[in-house]
């Protein structure tokens, strides 16, 4: 069966600081991922996709960047966090291959910059 | 604008209680809708998945209902429980296309 991965599940983070959040996948091969963030009370806002490796389009302007060096791997960045970069951020997966499949989430990350 | 709206924001029920909660979408062309489960601090989870041609589908206590026509679906909770507290998130997908259209959600809080 296939799982999803993310940790660090709690951080604060000073404004300023850099940001590296990870997303592991198991079970599956060549997944489309997904990074979308919750602010609170809102719906999700994708940030970032990729279809596989080194593939990485972008949904939303701002400071931060996604890479994927690996076929299960997805990493969410950012050289210096915002105060409004706080929320959940939360990775997702669906199968490759094709397109509007469903999407599996992870247990999500909960980052405060303070 | 592709567009998904949830009523109510949130809702306060009793335990054993039933619920329908609403949703509505302008998302076109329309390839199937969802319904998620998002407990507090959890990543949203499937509940049901209807295409245009579905009317109605069920999950156990959960059943959610698709008007393709008028663009509407709800979802109804029998018997409401304790562990029903949650966010529910109403999500479109777009035809021949990843992106998934997200309502707000309706926080439901189940009190015994």
């Known amino acids: 069966s296939q799982t999803i991965h993310q940790w660090p599940a709690t951080l604060v983070q000073p404004v300023g600081s850099p940001l590296s959040l990870e997303c592991t996948v198991e079970?599956?091969?060549?997944?489309?991922l997904y990074w979308y963030r919750q602010a609170a009370g809102r719906g999700l806002q994708l940030l970032f996709y990729?279809?596989?490796?080194?593939?990485i389009s972008s949904e939303v302007p701002q400071n931060l960047s996604a890479s994927r060096p690996q076929d299960r791997q997805f990493i969410l960045s950012s050289k210096k966090l915002l105060l409004s970069d706080s929320g959940f951020y939360l990775c997702?997966?669906?199968?490759?291959?094709?397109?509007?499949?469903?999407?599996?989430f992870g247990p999500g990350t909960r980052l405060t910059v303070l | 604008k592709n567009q998904v709206e949830q009523s109510p924001q949130s809702l306060i029920i009793l335990e054993g209680k039933n619920c329908t909660l609403q949703?509505?979408?302008?998302?076109?062309?329309?390839?199937?809708l969802r319904w998620y489960k998002q407990d507090t601090g959890r990543g949203p989870v499937s509940l049901t998945i209807?295409?245009?041609?579905?009317n109605t589908k069920s999950n156990g206590r959960y059943t959610a209902t698709l008007d393709a026509d008028t663009k509407q679906s709800s979802l109804h909770i029998t018997a409401s429980q304790l562990s029903d507290s949650a966010s529910y998130i109403c999500?479109?997908?777009?035809?021949?296309?990843?992106?998934?259209?997200f309502g707000s959600g309706t926080r439901l809080l189940v009190r015994p």
């Open positions: 997702a997966w669906s199968s490759g291959g094709g397109v509007g499949g469903e999407q599996f």
């Open positions: 079970g599956t091969s060549n997944p489309n």
């Open positions: 990729s279809v596989g490796i080194g593939q």
């Open positions: 949703c509505n979408y302008t998302v076109s062309p329309f390839s199937n």
């Open positions: 209807m295409t245009f041609s579905e």
């Open positions: 999500v479109v997908t777009e035809w021949s296309s990843y992106k998934l259209i």
